[in-house]
């Protein structure tokens, strides 16, 4: 009795994580509407809550209202059984609670009260309001990929090793190019008024993500296997040139400095794990390509630093323009990072097993990063647009064209037209003209003034 839940093991064979059962229709619903919820709804409050959107409330509320639905739905399935110790459960209830922290927050937040001790307490509130309300979704990521992983299944026993070093370093990949999109769209006024280069942080968590690595990915005191050695020496490269990085950051006079490094981190790091040793053939072509991806996401962002923006900062003293090349290396990062959480040895054997090949597998794992570059990109963008109203518009002409190459083609058109005003013979001043002389040539002019004003 005390095990009767839809979530006991009274079906699950020993050994395993879960029932041979499939996944039923109000699972399905559970998994979609919490994706909904916490992938989607969330986030998009969050950037209306930051820039004090009169839909932040109303849409938190839907959020909160689907999360709930979806939490009981997932207490009411049938069909396929999980371990009832699985991390996807334990991890609901720290969820959970900054979830009910955060409505709190929310509703105490709404109620205006500032007189006395109440101000101070606001205060408190509103700083744990805005804390909780970003990290809820980095915590929603990760509780998604609980969930895949319980519904899989996976990342058991002795998987647990390589999963974690998959799911962990592909969500970094995945995060950074999150960092660089932000960076790249809105964040160089910031970044600027920091007074170092984007380098000298990249290379500072290069360093530390480095120096951890060189300690971690092999069990001192044991033998060493293959695996161990390409894990420890990565580590090793990335503390040595993470350093050169920091170095690198300024130049001689102590201004911010652009360098490669990072790249350079980026392009062998991938060429490193394009060639790591697989048993299965599908798995080897996701390791290449997933090589290929990260190395050509570090070439392309060298060529940025070094030719696109010849070491400047940003194209324009604004911040707010871009050049079509600078989102390669950045969506690139996003594909590698999803290859690489999608290359565990398991799901190689789920895709050996189910008739896709090795490229149709490739396919979607791409899909997936270019939707998700694209939500962020969409929340970016209501962010800058509600963030900035009042922006002055670009004034372009539609006959003309933008400015080409540093020139103004309405000037230039000015100046050629009345290139054929200008007299020889008065050292290039321009001929003065009654309208009685020339009347055609008076009205030509007046055309073509306002024509260009207008």
Same mark, same amino acid.
């Given at each position: 009795m005390a095990l009767g839940h839809d979530h006991d093991s009274s079906h699950i064979e020993d050994g395993e994580a879960i029932?041979?059962?499939?996944?039923?229709?109000?699972l399905w619903i559970h998994i979609f509407i919490q994706m909904a919820a916490w992938g989607v709804i969330f986030p998009l409050g969050m950037v209306l809550g930051m820039v004090k959107s009169r839909w932040h409330v109303p849409l938190q509320v839907i959020g909160t209202a689907l999360a709930i639905l979806g939490y009981a739905l997932g207490h009411m399935h049938g069909g396929r059984e999980f371990r009832h110790d699985n991390v996807h459960s334990k991890f609901a209830t720290p969820i959970s609670i900054m979830l009910?922290? %955060?409505v709190i927050f929310g509703i105490y937040l709404k109620l205006h009260i500032e007189r006395g001790i109440y101000g101070k307490i606001r205060?408190?509130?509103?700083l744990g309001h805005?804390?909780?309300g970003k990290a809820l979704p980095v915590f929603a990521w990760t509780q998604m990929l609980f969930g895949g992983i319980t519904a899989l299944g996976f990342c058991q026993g002795d998987h647990i090793g390589q999963c974690l070093a998959h799911f962990i370093m592909g969500s970094a990949f995945i995060a950074y190019g999150i960092l660089l999109t932000i960076l790249l769209l809105v964040g160089q006024l910031w970044l600027k008024r920091t007074g170092r280069s984007q380098e000298f942080f990249d290379s500072a968590v290069i360093t530390a993500w480095g120096v951890i690595n060189t300690f971690t990915e092999h069990r001192w005191g044991s033998a060493w296997v293959e695996n161990d050695w %390409?894990?420890?020496?990565?580590?090793?490269i990335w503390w040595c040139a993470g350093l050169v990085g920091i170095w690198l950051s300024r130049d001689r006079d102590g201004r911010p400095k652009r360098n490669f490094i990072p790249g350079f981190i980026i392009l062998i790091t991938g060429w490193a794990f394009g060639g790591h040793p697989q048993h299965m053939a599908v798995s080897a072509e996701v390791h290449k390509m997933y090589g290929y991806t990260l190395m050509a996401a570090g070439a392309t962002r060298i060529i940025e630093v070094s030719f696109v923006l010849r070491d400047r900062a940003t194209l324009s003293a604004d911040g707010r323009e871009t050049n079509s090349f600078q989102y390669i290396p950045v969506?690139?990062?996003y594909a590698s990072g999803f290859m690489f959480m999608g290359a565990t040895e398991e799901q190689m054997k789920l895709i050996a097993g189910s008739g896709m090949d090795h490229v149709a597998y490739i396919l979607i794992l791409f899909s997936l990063a270019a939707l998700l570059f694209l939500f962020t990109m969409m929340l970016i963008h209501v962010y800058d647009r509600n963030a900035n109203p009042n922006l002055p518009q670009k004034e372009l002409d539609g006959r003309l064209g933008p400015r080409l190459n540093g020139n103004d083609p309405v000037r230039d058109a000015e100046e050629f037209e009345l290139e054929g005003l200008m007299s020889e013979d008065e050292d290039g001043s321009p001929v003065k003209h009654l309208q009685g002389d020339d009347e055609s040539l008076d009205s030509t002019l007046g055309r073509n003034s306002n024509g260009l004003a207008h």
């Open positions: 029932s041979v059962d499939p996944i039923d229709t109000t009910f922290a %955060q205060r408190v509130v509103k805005g804390i909780v %390409q894990h420890t020496t990565m580590g090793i969506f690139l990062l």
